[in-house]
């Protein structure tokens, strides 16, 4: 029997097989299965979140205003950090010399906030208030002091609500003679109240002296002639 014609199984298993096809997936499904897989959040654990992303293209924008500002200012970066001082430091003065802001003037407001007090009481207060040298406290006192005294002399009647302007124009029509004086009281009583502005020494003293000068006034009684 002759073996040159026939293979046996052992030798067929050796031979190689026969090729199959590759495996094809279309284009479209492909790109969904891409993006399915790039979806699952252990590819994003060490992405940088929303907050962080936003900070790092402030903190990018920030560095390049400053890079162009020290082309262009004399001295390069030196010369930016001795423009930033100045401005500092002109910043400060202002806020010293104007003072801080502590109300936005809307309109005149009333010139009593608190219960009655007697123009005694508003005296020593408006003293006390000038010896720790809180001058926009002691002008405000003063002030109240001025008017509670010409309504306690009958020259002014008491009225809940009163401004300081309005105060001072009645007061004029018995005082004309501190007419002046009267208005210029009243606005440096707006001022510091509600201007946001900053007494002085000079300026209570004013105050201070129109006190005393009323004190001594003689009104007219059936006011000016017109």
Do not use: C
């Not at 210029?184 to 900053?198: C, E, I, L, N, P």
């Amino acid at each position: 029997m002759s073996t040159g014609g026939l293979i046996t199984t052992s030798t067929a298993a050796l031979l190689p097989a026969a090729e199959t096809p590759p495996l094809t997936t279309p284009r479209e499904a492909a790109r969904e299965a891409a993006e399915r897989e790039l979806a699952e959040p252990a590819y994003h654990q060490e992405e940088p979140g929303l907050l962080e992303r936003a900070l790092d293209r402030f903190w990018e924008w920030l560095g390049d205003v400053l890079d162009g500002a020290s082309g262009v200012a004399p001295g390069g970066w030196a010369g930016l950090l001795a423009i930033a001082v100045v401005l500092v430091l002109l910043i400060a003065a202002l806020w010293w010399r104007l003072g801080t802001p502590r109300r936005t003037a809307t309109g005149p407001g009333t010139l009593f906030d608190e219960g009655p007090r007697s123009a005694s009481d508003h005296r020593t207060a408006a003293d006390a208030h000038a010896a720790a040298g809180r001058w926009n406290e002691a002008v405000q006192e003063r002030m109240r002091a001025v008017v509670r005294s010409l309504e306690e002399r009958t020259l002014l009647d008491p009225r809940p609500g009163r401004t300081a302007d309005e105060a001072a124009a009645e007061a004029a029509r018995s005082l004309p003679e501190h007419a002046a004086a009267l208005r210029s009281a009243a606005r440096a009583f707006d001022d510091v109240t509600y201007g946001g502005r900053t007494a002085d020494p000079d300026a209570y003293a004013r105050l201070r002296t129109l006190d005393l000068a009323l004190e001594r006034a003689k009104p007219l009684l059936t006011g000016p002639t017109v």
